[in-house]
């Protein structure tokens, strides 16, 4: 069976009262008269069965017992301050979800993230990835990133990053296949691709490479797949320049032809009309347009 506790307010009153060595000072930090600190630990005293301080006329020293028992009780009070404070500070964070795909998390949202978060520690950005779309009626997200037209019913959208395509591989590709001097070059080398094989067929022929095969290579399940092939060495992926803006400036991958084409598409910033009076929202949007370089928020 297992044993009663002694109360709450005893048990206080005794760990006030053994850390300060005085039922005075208990007796402010509890907000409470000296004789109710006094009575409580002899109440707690009587429900122990045991001494718990030795009484002098002005002071009071712990017995044996009551030093082993002030041990323990020390640290779970600690505790409690402790866990009381954690919550107490964490009540003050407001929380984002942010739905976006595992590429543009991986490639270009979570590099970037760490700076947001030192500037602004009392929004917790938390990401939803999925290639899904994501319902805000139902789904528990914030704001979402969408590569679309961007035209969302029931939605504010705020165009974000305007799109191209490009070819981009490892320099340690040329040490296996030579340099790639025109898109014809293609020919010799695997062509690395996401789900959409379209894609390499509507780049070949806008650069004039009809006799390359578009339908060959290794097929990945997202774009993260072909990118990270593409860095090792294994082919050429066909990329969204906003993905790997910062690979192709620190050299990670190189962009062998100067044609992009440009996309009908844009990634923009998408979220429901009750949350634009939420100001921490509004900073969150403020930060990643910053980050793209689009200058300041305004919705379609």
Not at 13 to 36: H, K, Q
Not at 174 to 181: A, H, I, S, V, W
Not at 225 to 253: P, W
Not at 285 to 295: F, K, N, R, T, Y
Request: hydrophobic share 40%.
């Amino acid at each position: 069976m297992a044993m009663e506790l002694p109360s709450l307010k005893g048990l206080q009153a005794f760990e006030a009262a053994a850390r300060y060595r005085s039922v005075t000072l208990a007796s402010n930090e509890l907000n409470v008269t000296p004789g109710a600190v006094s009575l409580q630990i002899r109440e707690l005293e009587a429900r122990l069965g045991v001494q718990l301080f030795v009484r002098k006329p002005r002071s009071i020293q712990l017995t044996r017992e009551g030093e082993r028992y002030y041990g323990s009780l020390r640290t779970a009070f600690r505790m409690m301050r402790e866990a009381t404070a954690e919550l107490t500070a964490r009540s003050e964070i407001t929380v984002l979800t942010l739905s976006c795909t595992p590429t543009f998390a991986v490639q270009w949202l979570m590099p970037r993230l760490p700076g947001f978060q030192q500037r602004h520690p009392h929004v917790d950005v938390r990401i939803s990835v999925t290639n899904r779309l994501v319902d805000f009626s139902r789904d528990d997200v914030d704001l979402a990133v969408r590569h679309g037209f961007g035209r969302y019913e029931g939605l504010e959208s705020i165009r974000f990053i305007d799109d191209s395509t490009l070819p981009v591989c490892s320099p340690q590709l040329f040490e296996k296949y030579g340099p790639l001097r025109v898109a014809g070059d293609l020919q010799s080398v695997p062509l690395l691709h996401d789900e959409n094989r379209n894609e390499w067929r509507r780049w070949l022929e806008t650069a004039g490479a009809r006799e390359v095969d578009a339908s060959g290579g290794t097929v990945f399940i997202d774009s993260n797949g072909a990118l990270d092939a593409a860095k090792a060495g294994h082919g050429v992926a066909l990329t969204r320049r906003s993905l790997v803006s910062r690979e192709l400036a620190e050299g990670a991958l190189i962009a062998p032809f100067g044609t992009d084409i440009a996309s009908t598409l844009a990634y923009f910033l998408v979220y429901p009309r009750r949350m634009l009076d939420n100001p921490d929202l509004a900073t969150l949007i403020d930060w990643m347009l910053s980050e793209a370089g689009s200058g300041e928020v305004g919705s379609l």
